[in-house]
Each structure stands twice: as structure tokens, then as C-alpha cells.
């Protein structure tokens, strides 16, 4: 990072690249993880499978990186989350070096600013019922021949863009899943909790569509039989 900022002739400060990455960190995943929360609210018929699901998958009691990838609906609810409710309606912005011509003509001069639209997450030809949380949707989809890849959560292809795509695309997502997977079970695991306000799930900010913040839930710690 250092040859790259030099040489572009810019000064490189670590400290505030490392805090930048902090930041986008841990408001991406808090902000998904809580979204998951609200959800399971609506459908709490699904904690028990996704409890059954981390159980299943464990050695012994204990976890190893192979677990992590067996938790498929687990994966799949996370997917199906990001899908339904990503962190904006514009990922992936990009300054333009040098003009672009598309191939119908269009110019994009140099010093624009470009977004992708991530609309196609909620394309019903894509994605039938699009508005509505099919936390096993992309666990079907896995299913499918020529699909196990391109349904999980951490893979970027072109009809899900929550993580951008190409050599730009977010390098902390395999972190992210690992995180909240652990961090899900945990919590089902531990805690009841249901919700007691009646808000949005998410609120429209800017480009940004984030998790409401102003919702209330009530949380009890659950007790485990010795």
C-alpha cells in the first residue's frame, strides 16, 4: 500500500488507513448481523433449524473451519439478508482516469464518479418474490447444478453485488462470514429476544439503506440445564 500511494505520488499514513478499515468493518457486518436479527423476528421459526444446523456441524462440541462451511442455511440467511437489504441502492463507486466509450456510444469523460446499481438483487426474473425473506432461498439455489459456487455467501457474482465485484471486491468477506456465523449462533444459542417496536427494519440514508437504528428489542438470557 505503501509503493502504491508513493508512487502515485501521494503521502501514505498508515494509522489512517488502518482506522478506515476498522470502521468499514465493523459498521458493515454490525449493520447485516442486526438486519438478520430483525428478520428471525418476523420468522422465528427458523432459529430452531439454524441452532440444529451448528449443533450438526461441530466436532466433538467444538469448531473447525470445516464447520463453518457446513452451515449452509446459515450461509444462506446471511445471502438472502444482504439480498433483500444490502448497505445501498449504489455499491462499487469508481473515479474514472480516462474517458470510456461503451460500446452503444455513451461517453463516460474522465472525473466522473460511477456506480453500480444493484437493482438486479431484487429482479423477479432473478429472484422469484423478490420482496419477500426466504432465508433457504440460496440454500435451494446451491442445490442446483452449476450453482453450489455462485450461492454462497462470500461469492460475487454479477446477480449479487453486496460485496462488489471483481478484483475490488470486498477481501474482508470470508472474515465477515466466518464472524457472523459464529456470532449468530451465539446469540440463538444464549438469548430470547423478540421485538417490541413496530418501525421500518431499514432506513433510507443518502445512497444507504441501513439498519433502522431506533429498533427495540427485548432480550433475555436463556437458562441452560447443568
Not at 73 to 79: G, I
Not at 130 to 141: A, G
Not at 155 to 166: A, D, Q, V, W
Not at 180 to 195: C, G, M, P, S, T
Amino acid at each position: 500500500m505503501h509503493d502504491i500511494a508513493t508512487g502515485k505520488g501521494k503521502e501514505y499514513h498508515g494509522a489512517h488507513i488502518q482506522l478506515s478499515l476498522s470502521m468499514v468493518s465493523v459498521h458493515t457486518t454490525s449493520d447485516l448481523f442486526s438486519n438478520i436479527l430483525l428478520q428471525l423476528c418476523r420468522h422465528p421459526e427458523w432459529i430452531q433449524p439454524l441452532l440444529q444446523e451448528a449443533q450438526s456441524v461441530r466436532t466433538d462440541g467444538a469448531w473447525e473451519k470445516r464447520s463453518l462451511y457446513r452451515m449452509k442455511l446459515a450461509d444462506s440467511v446471511m445471502k438472502e439478508t444482504q439480498r433483500i437489504k444490502p448497505l445501498g441502492v449504489l455499491l462499487s463507486h469508481r473515479h474514472v482516469s480516462d474517458d470510456v466509450i461503451l460500446p452503444d456510444g455513451t461517453l463516460i469523460p474522465k472525473g466522473a464518479i460511477v456506480a453500480t446499481n444493484i437493482s438486479r438483487m431484487w429482479d423477479p426474473e432473478l429472484y422469484p418474490n423478490p420482496e419477500e425473506w426466504q432465508p433457504d432461498r440460496y440454500l435451494k439455489l446451491r442445490e442446483e447444478p452449476g450453482k453450489e459456487h455462485s450461492s454462497q455467501f462470500v461469492t460475487t457474482p454479477m446477480e449479487s453485488l453486496g460485496f462488489g465485484i471483481g478484483s475490488h471486491a470486498c477481501p474482508a468477506r470470508f472474515f465477515a462470514s466466518s464472524k457472523i456465523k459464529l456470532l449468530l449462533n451465539h446469540v440463538l444459542q444464549n438469548y430470547d429476544y423478540e421485538r417490541v417496536d413496530t418501525g421500518k427494519d431499514a432506513t433510507p440514508f443518502f445512497v444507504e439503506y441501513v439498519t433502522n437504528p431506533k429498533a427495540k428489542l427485548r432480550v433475555r438470557r436463556k437458562t441452560i440445564s447443568p
